[in-house]
């Protein structure tokens, strides 16, 4: 049975049960109340949970090679039960806030950079054109088929929706279905007031089961073909961003900030720009980096290409200095006047908001993106035969599994190497606290192969990868043994 396919039955069962299932912008507020209905239940409500949760572990499969002895079945106390339901709660509280919580960072896109009026356009009380459809869909903006109603959505099928008016846009903003984005409108609901973002937006995608773009959502995929660039690139002011570079490269102006933006293209984010003000690689490509995925990272230790902390580090960093949240965060290895001049001059190696609107988000959010396993690849998009010959090669002759451990695939405890120890150069590197690079867990690649392998997407094919290894550690594998490679990890 498909891992994936038999815990989502237990989930759906587990959360009904609780009270927990309602979804939607709300339901951070709607899951407090849930919260209390779930520590009120009885111990023989809660065995009946229980019960569910055992009929899909027994039939579900492990994912594991090892040979183990099976453990025995443990008897639950009402605690554990409880326990178990807690965790049930902080995983759907964890869900609302990764696809519609904001950290208040609308006072920055929205207040501060104006973003929101781009996007209303001047018709609609803003400036522009305004963003369409099809020009968000265009960009890489998602749309989440299931917050539409019935009626919207039948015409949407029948072409009976312009997709080409900003208004209609605002629209679906009005209906929280902009993955990622979230509108503010004034009392009448009316005029779009502010914009803010959510971890979605780089984290997330759909399934195009409606169309193109248009579907239900897909937790945890890299947003591969979202131009976050661009998008902040139609900011009316981006007078904050020429601030805080002009500390670094003193007559940079507004217009080289954007073309700067747009130079990151689709699929790509450089979150160091802002602490050590490099746009460029040294050969004159941009410094932006692929986004990753969001999941399959329960028991992986060090989060991102470059390792900087555990997935609830980079949370926090990314709620306050990417997300221009209102939080708190500490790091003060950012404290570096040398490696990252704008976060030491700008104090933004210590940041403290009051009311912090982080923090306590933290928990929830790391447990439910901790739940998110790596999808399984598509029937029919690899060689099965060929893949179980490249899986006794990764163990084997190309000794891929000495780093990438199964079945994390990448190393348990401290799984960062130097750039020598790969073969790369180490500018990325060089712009961590640690200058090493993470060693990737592999499972869903298949996902994310838009834009190139590693984190710059240097390599364009698996194919690639595995030459480069296979030069780099004289492995001398023949032209089958690198495709059955490939093909071993495309079933991942």
């Keep these: 049975m498909n891992r994936f396919s038999g815990y989502l039955p237990l989930v759906i069962a587990a959360l009904t049960a609780v009270g927990l299932l309602a979804a939607g912008p709300s339901g951070v507020a709607q899951a407090q109340g849930a919260s209390a209905k779930g520590n009120s239940l009885s111990c023989q409500e809660l065995r009946k949970i229980d019960n569910r949760v055992r009929k899909v572990l027994r039939a579900d499969g492990k994912d594991s090679d090892a040979k183990e002895a099976p453990l025995p079945e443990v008897s639950l106390s009402c605690r554990d039960l409880r326990n178990f339901a807690h965790g049930l709660r902080e995983t759907s509280d964890g869900q609302r806030l990764f696809r519609y919580d904001t950290f208040g960072d609308e006072a920055f896109w929205g207040d501060t950079l104006r973003l929101h009026e781009a996007i209303a356009g001047e018709a609609d009380g803003g400036v522009g054109a305004g963003v369409s459809p099809a020009t ?64 979605a937006l780089c984290h997330s995608t759909v399934d195009d089961s409606f169309a193109p773009g248009i579907g239900r959502r897909l937790d945890g995929w890299a947003a591969r073909d979202l131009n976050v660039g661009a998008i902040i690139a139609l900011a009316p002011n981006v007078q904050p961003l020429v601030d805080l570079l002009r500390i670094v490269i003193p007559d940079i102006d507004a217009d080289t900030v954007r073309e700067v933006l747009q130079t990151w293209g689709p699929g790509k984010f450089d979150a160091e720009l802002l602490m050590d003000g490099k746009a460029f690689r040294p050969d004159g490509g941009s410094a932006a980096t692929l986004i990753p995925p969001a999941f399959g990272l329960a028991g992986v230790n060090l989060h991102t290409w470059t390792g900087w902390g ?13 997300m221009q949240g209102q939080g708190t965060f500490y790091d003060p290895r950012l404290n570096d006047p040398m490696k990252f ?141 690198r495709e059955d490679l490939v093909q071993f990890l495309k079933s991942l």
């Excluded at 555990?310 to 990417?322: D, G, I, K, Y």
């Design 310 to 322: 555990s997935v609830t580090h980079w949370n926090a960093l990314v709620a306050n200095l990417e």
């Design 136 to 199: 968000a869909l265009a960009v890489g903006l998602k749309v989440d088929i299931a917050p539409l109603p019935p009626k919207l959505q039948n015409e949407l099928r029948k072409g009976r929706v312009d997709l080409e008016a900003p208004a209609t846009t605002l629209a679906l903003l009005q209906l929280d279905a902009v993955v990622g984005l979230r509108g503010f409108f004034d009392d009448s609901g009316q005029r779009l007031q502010s914009v803010g973002i959510t971890c």
């Design 341 to 481: 001049p704008i976060t030491a001059q700008t104090g933004r190696f210590d940041i403290r908001h009051d009311p912090d609107l982080v923090t306590a988000k933290l928990g929830p959010l790391h447990v439910y993106q901790l739940s998110l396993p790596a999808p399984q690849p598509p029937p029919g998009s690899f060689d099965r035969a060929a893949a179980e010959r490249g899986k006794a090669l990764f163990k084997g002759k190309a000794d891929c599994a000495r780093c990438h451990v199964p079945p994390l695939y990448t190393e348990p405890g401290w799984n960062m190497h130097l750039p020598e120890e790969i073969g790369i150069d180490s500018f990325q590197a060089d712009r961590s606290p640690d200058e090493h690079y993470r060693t990737a867990p592999l499972k869903g690649l298949w996902t994310h192969s838009t834009g190139g392998f590693y984190h710059d997407g240097r390599f364009g094919t698996l194919g690639e990868v595995v030459d480069h290894y296979d030069q780099f550690f004289v492995l001398g594998l023949t032209s089958a043994e």
